[in-house]
């Protein structure tokens, strides 16, 4: 099975841009979520989304938004982009029963910010 | 909400040495509790996971963590460390209620001296 994609792998933006990126999960898998990895805050949830509806939100300001389309790909936008914003962004596939799931991570996409 | 510490950002063994990275949790009840590696540029790696029964769980490249419920604890151990374990290594904790959102602890760097 191929595992998680993630496009574009890197991704250099200015401020007050906006961004889409992009996670194609294993066949099969109806759950993906979205991870923010920085130095200093580390791994942090962003949201999950299952059969196409947001099932969980972590404490990102509404400038950071997803979906999830009837194939489970899904894309996260962050728009008006900010410094703070430039990190490692991770998505993570199920098979969506929850708790105890076992998730796999893509490669991430690395963004930046300038 | 549940959090994760993980006491140690650096750890420094010699090859062929034993090694044990500490995880602390917090969650009211039965927590579903997770470890992951993350080599260099890449995205992260179930090593192994708890949910139920045995408190020794078994998992990848010849791993083992403990749960310790009295010690809200799930310590990862391996007997002999190969130059090739050389990661950053996450803990991270789930609940039965929150889907697929998983909290993660700081993470643990480890090099390994030949």
Redesign the interface.
Known sequence: KAGVTQTPRYLIKTRGQQVTLSCSPISGHRSVSWYQQTPGQGLQFLFEYFSETQRNKGNFPGRFSGRQFSNSRSEMNVSTLELGDSALYLCASSSGTGGADTQYFGPGTRLTVL | AQSVTQPDIHITVSEGASLELRCNYSYGATP?LFW?VQSP??????LL?Y??GDTLVQGIKGFEAEFKRSQSSFNLRKPSVHWSDAAEY?C?V???N??????????TRLMVKP
């Open positions: 579903y992951y540029g890449q995205g992260l790696q179930l996971k949910f139920s996450f991270a789930g609940a039965a929150a889907g697929n959102m998983l909290t993660f602890g700081g993470g």
